[in-house]
């Protein structure tokens, strides 16, 4: 596995198969999406889309780059169910997707996270990330959310913005 850019489709591609491929996880979140919409989507406020070199990009991330982002906001869907992961993309339009719960946070919250130094739980807690969803739920899977975590933060990523700042 080679280093992969967040925020990228190559990233949740990792991310899909890193999730698929844990059994810590498959057992935390067996039930997960079972009877209920376990489907979460992403959104990432405040990217730094100003401070990135748009022509230092690979052309395949520039084009998602400028598909998937809407002035500073990306939308990533990422469906659970049952212990997998059954999807997970990058979307141009929120209301394209059905997802049970919205996890939102800013650009700089993400790159906390997947750096390990902030959990999924923890952020809600503090507020750094905003749940629409059945909290309860989240809080009755939290070893669920705690491993994908650090399945996140297991991938060896970079960040778009700090790779290509101009």
Not at 3 to 23: C, G, H, L, M, T
Not at 44 to 72: C, F, H, K, S, W
Not at 94 to 118: C, H, M, S, T
Not at 126 to 139: H, I, P, Q, T
Request: glycine fraction near 10%; charge should be negative; hydrophobic fraction near 35%.
């Amino acid at each position: 596995m080679s280093r992969v850019p967040f925020p990228s489709q190559a990233w949740f591609d990792e991310y899909k198969d890193a999730i698929n491929n844990d059994e810590e996880y498959a057992e935390a979140a067996a039930d997960w999406g079972v009877g209920f919409d376990g489907d979460f989507l992403f959104i990432t406020e405040n990217m730094p889309t100003d401070e990135i070199d748009m022509g230092a990009l690979p052309d395949d991330l520039r084009e998602e780059l400028e598909q998937y982002v809407d002035d500073d906001t990306g939308y990533t869907y990422v469906g659970l169910e049952g212990g997998e992961c059954t999807d997970a993309y990058l979307i141009e339009d929120p209301d394209d997707v059905e997802a049970g719960f919205i996890l939102r946070a800013d650009y700089d919250v993400w790159k906390d996270l997947l750096r390990g130094d902030i959990g999924a739980i923890d952020g809600m807690m503090s507020g750094k990330f905003e749940l629409e969803g059945d909290m309860n739920k989240v809080m009755q899977y939290s070893q669920a959310a705690a491993t994908l975590t650090d399945i996140s933060a297991g991938i060896d990523s970079y960040f778009v913005d700090e790779e290509y700042a101009k």
